[in-house]
Nanobody, 130 residues
Framework: QVQLVESGGDSVQAGGSLRLSCAAS????????VAWFRQAPGKHSEEREA?????????????ADSVKGRFTISQDAAKNMVTVFLQMNNLKAGDTATYYC??????????????????WGQGTQVTVSS
């Protein structure tokens, strides 16, 4: 059974940095991608947007245009356990959201497609004040 535990959310000033962590247990090779999504205040869960994703096997990554150059996704993988990090630099007020970690099975170009992910964490809150 896949279990996801996120941590690292906090309140920071604009221009600051945060590092989110997602401890994913029970991840089999068939569920080969992990991603961070975010849900802005007032938005529904169906409106969660992909931020960054990574293939567990290859380490290949993808980023939303809005975070390229500011966010970095990385992983520390072991048998049936993956810890995925999201380093967020130069944070902006528009980055304020609940951030969710998700695990799924992705095709080569679908790392940022929400419907590829079927396991979700509980979320961690990031608040950026200007």
């Amino acid at each position: 059974q896949v279990q996801l535990v996120e941590s690292g959310g906090d309140s920071v000033q604009a221009g600051g940095s945060l590092r989110l962590s997602c401890a994913a247990s029970g991840v089999a090779y068939s569920r080969n991608c992990v991603a961070w999504f975010r849900q802005a205040p007032g938005k529904h869960s169906e409106e969660r947007e992909a931020v960054a994703g990574i293939f567990v096997n290859s380490g290949r990554t993808a980023y939303a245009d809005s975070v390229k150059g500011r966010f970095t996704i990385s992983q520390d993988a072991a048998k049936n356990m993956v810890t995925v990090f999201l380093q967020m630099n130069n944070l902006k007020a528009g980055d304020t959201a609940t951030y969710y970690c998700a695990v799924g099975t992705c095709l080569q170009y679908s790392l940022l497609q929400r419907n590829e992910y079927n396991y979700w964490g509980q979320g961690t809150q990031v608040t950026v004040s200007s």
